[in-house]
């Protein structure tokens, strides 16, 4: 089992930055493949970005890719989501995701909103 608890969402200009944490609790967290997605009323929840078990791969959805940077630190159970040069279409409720194997975990999201 894996909890985990997002923090650092907010308001911000366009143009601006945030940082997205995400602190995991429970057992074997390093193991994990470790991402973020975000979901807008009235849409599905989509892909913005992960990074594998050992930190050496990182992937991103095309709309954020120079953008935003995904790293984690395994020292403090903790994946983070850097955002920059923000735009107003990606406010959104951003979710950190668990994966491995056949068990996948969602933290509770947090509100990001970018004003133009």
């Known amino acids: 089992q894996v909890q985990l608890v997002e ?3 907010g308001l911000v200009q366009a143009g601006g930055s945030l940082r997205l944490s995400c602190a995991a609790s429970g057992r074997s967290f390093n193991r994990y493949t470790m991402g973020w997605f975000r979901q807008t009323p009235g849409k599905e929840r ?3 970005a992960s990074v594998n078990w050992s930190g050496g791969s990182t992937y991103y959805a095309d709309f954020v890719k120079g953008r935003f940077t995904c790293s984690r630190d395994d020292a403090k159970n903790t994946v983070y989501l850097q955002m920059d040069s923000l735009k ?5 409720v951003y979710y950190c995701h668990a994966k491995r194997f056949w068990y996948n975990y969602w933290g509770q999201g947090t509100q990001v909103t970018v004003s133009s």
């Open 7 to 9: 923090s650092g969402g």
């Open 46 to 48: 989509e892909f913005v």
């Open 88 to 92: 107003p279409e990606d406010t959104a």
